[in-house]
Nanobody
């Protein structure tokens, strides 16, 4: 069983930056695909970014060029660096992990509790 704990959320002005972190425990982090999702009030949860166990990445169009995802297999941590934040980025951000053999671009076998990101205009 993989446990995921997110941190780094908060309140930031439009144009600012935040870095989210997600520490994984249990299992072998090196083999997991990892991702960040977000859910805004009244909206469905959506995948923001994913990174495979080999380092491939993908992003939804609305964050391309502004967000980056990275992983540190020594620290069992995945990061989401968010720059040029916009009010529409406001949401609860969830870390997720996918098992080895699952679709790397849609990791969803394990979930964190979420961290709130609020971007003020």
């Amino acid at each position: 069983q993989v446990q995921l704990v997110e941190s780094g959320g908060g309140l930031v002005q439009a144009g600012g930056s935040l870095r989210l972190s997600c520490v994984a425990s249990g299992g072998d982090f090196r083999f997991n695909h990892m991702g960040w999702y977000r859910q805004a009030p009244g909206k469905q949860r959506e995948l923001v970014a994913a990174i495979s166990n080999g380092g491939e990445t993908n992003f939804i169009d609305s964050v391309k060029g502004r967000f980056t995802i990275a992983r540190d297999n020594i620290k069992n941590t995945v990061y989401l660096q968010m720059n040029s934040l916009k009010p529409e980025d406001t949401a609860v951000y969830y870390c997720a992990a996918g098992r080895l053999g699952s679709s790397w671009s849609l990791p969803r076998d394990y979930w964190g509790q979420g961290t709130q990101v609020t971007v003020s205009s």
